[in-house]
């Protein structure tokens, strides 16, 4: 770590997190290899109970919202992230991710939204037409609740669990003025 440069770990805050690949290399250009991204996001997020607030795969790089881990260090989660992909992905290449992340703990409510909206934003760059049409983000869940294959903390499946656990009463379907026509 360069010197004066600090990581809070362990500090209770969200951290928004970016990492690239190696020399910035088009790497995650594939389908396949932005699943397998995301199929390791989610093993490291079970493994280290990690909540993910949000995400974005996008051709060379990765940002992340995320929880600290419980027990271990965010920096241990991510190693195991990195090294879980570039294993599968990595080919004839000496590299697949450069060495070093960037991470800004989010410190209040604005810092987090502040973040979010940027990891969605990030979607306007030529990805695709329409943000909720990129699929290896958390923006369609945020936009529909639809589950992905990452589970997202967010309100959506803080109500799923809480209907789950019989503390939250059934959805109710409100009658629509078209249904009470006599």
């Not at 970016?18 to 997020?45: G, K, N, P, Q, W």
């Not at 940027?118 to 983000?137: M, N, Q």
């Not at 656990?165 to 409100?174: K, Q």
């Amino acid at each position: 770590m360069p010197w004066g440069l600090t990581r809070f770990h362990q500090s209770g805050q969200s951290h928004f997190v970016t990492f690239r690949c190696y020399h910035r290399r088009r790497s995650l250009t594939t389908d396949e290899s932005r699943r397998i991204f995301e199929s390791a996001l989610e093993r490291v997020r079970r493994s280290y109970r990690l909540y993910v607030y949000g995400y974005v795969v996008m051709f060379e790089h990765v940002h992340l919202l995320l929880s600290e881990p419980p027990q271990d260090t965010l920096a241990d989660a991510l190693k195991w992230l990195k090294q879980g992909v570039s294993r599968r992905l990595i080919g004839d290449a000496d590299h697949f991710w450069q060495k070093r992340y960037y991470d800004f703990n989010t410190r209040n409510y604005p810092q987090f939204v502040e973040k979010l909206r940027y990891i969605h934003r990030s979607l306007k760059l030529g990805l695709c037409e329409r943000p909720e049409d990129w699929e290896w983000s958390s923006f369609r869940h945020y936009a529909t609740g639809c589950e992905g294959r990452v589970e997202i903390e967010s309100e959506w499946t803080a109500r799923k669990r809480e209907r789950a656990a019989g503390r939250l009463c059934p959805a109710v379907e409100l009658p629509h003025s078209s249904q009470n026509r006599a």
